[in-house]
T-cell receptor, first 111, second 112 residues
């Protein structure tokens, strides 16, 4: 079966702009989580959505937001981009059993 | 979620068995131990999960002593393609804690 699909794969944005990243989870998975990975901070949890509701949130500013649609697809949005937002953004989906499946990520570069 | 401690890096040669140990002194009764593997510019990949004693699958074994304060991921006969970062995580399976807390991981470098 298809894995977790993240689009786009690479993105370059300018400071002050906003960006929307997309994640399509494995079919049947209702939980979608987002993570930010940087060389300095490692992998950090952003938020988790389950059945269109945000269930958990990490310690990130309000510029980072997300949503989940009825088909479980999720988007995350970052507004007023800063240079420090340059990172690999990962999406993970989970079904009924424990164990997350991650996508390949979106590499965001802010210039 | 319990904090984990792993070696920053390890070196090995092709064909050897590699054991990566993770300390999790504050593991809770309901916590499971899960290991992920990550290659550069890719998302982490689930390797194995266990609660106690020993778990084995087609790619690795996980050894957990009775006190569960540590665990060891064992990779048999590693190859160059096993060069990656390995993360040990502990957490509950319950829905209330559906977030993964990653530590620094262990960079395993396999040489020919």
């Amino acid at each position: 079966k298809a894995g977790v699909t993240q689009t786009p794969r690479y993105l370059i944005k300018t400071r002050g702009q906003q960006v929307t990243l997309s994640c399509s989870p494995i079919s049947g998975h209702r939980s979608v989580s987002w993570y930010q990975q940087t060389p300095g901070q490692g992998l950090q949890f952003l938020f988790e959505y389950f059945s269109e509701t945000q269930r958990n949130k990490g310690n990130f500013p309000g510029r980072f937001s997300g949503r989940q649609f009825s088909n479980s697809r999720s988007e995350m949005n970052v507004s007023t981009l800063e240079l420090g937002d340059s990172a690999l953004y990962l999406c993970a989906s989970r079904g009924d059993s424990y164990g997350y499946t991650f996508g390949s990520g979106t590499r965001l570069t802010v210039v | 979620l319990a904090k984990t401690t792993q070696p920053i890096s390890m070196d090995s040669y092709e064909g050897q068995e590699v054991n990566i140990t993770c300390s999790h002194n504050n593991i809770a009764t309901n916590d499971y131990i899960t290991w992920y593997q990550q290659f550069p510019s890719q998302g982490p990949r689930f390797i194995i999960q266990g609660y106690k004693t020993k778990v084995t699958n087609e790619v690795a074994s996980l050894f957990i002593p009775a006190d569960r304060k540590s665990s060891t991921l064992s990779l048999p006969r590693v190859s160059l393609s096993d060069t990656a970062v390995y993360y040990c995580l502990v957490g509950s399976r319950s829905g209330a804690t559906n977030k993964l807390i990653f530590g620094t991981g262990t960079l395993l470098a396999v040489q020919p």
